[in-house]
């Protein structure tokens, strides 16, 4: 992350998915993905935290909680 962009890789394929801007998150500190592999949540210091649809990410994501 880096001033609130985040990037999504696909580990398996080393490639890169996409880069968001983490909506209200200047600085996301916690980056999880759901077990389910549904969902993204991040969070920050600032007490914000973001839930994001993981299979429809895009640049222009914003988050669904």
Same mark, same amino acid.
């Given at each position: 992350? +880096? $001033? #609130?962009r985040i990037q999504v890789w696909d580990l398996p394929s080393q490639s890169l998915v996409c880069t968001?801007? %983490? %909506? #209200?998150?200047y600085k996301p500190t916690v980056?999880? $993905?759901s077990r389910d592999g549904r969902y993204l949540a991040t969070g +920050?210091? +600032?007490g914000i935290v973001n839930i994001y649809n993981a299979h429809m990410l895009t640049e222009d994501s914003k988050p669904i909680h």
């Open positions: 992350t +880096s $001033g #609130g968001l801007f %983490d %909506d #209200g998150n980056i999880r $993905g +920050s210091y +600032s």
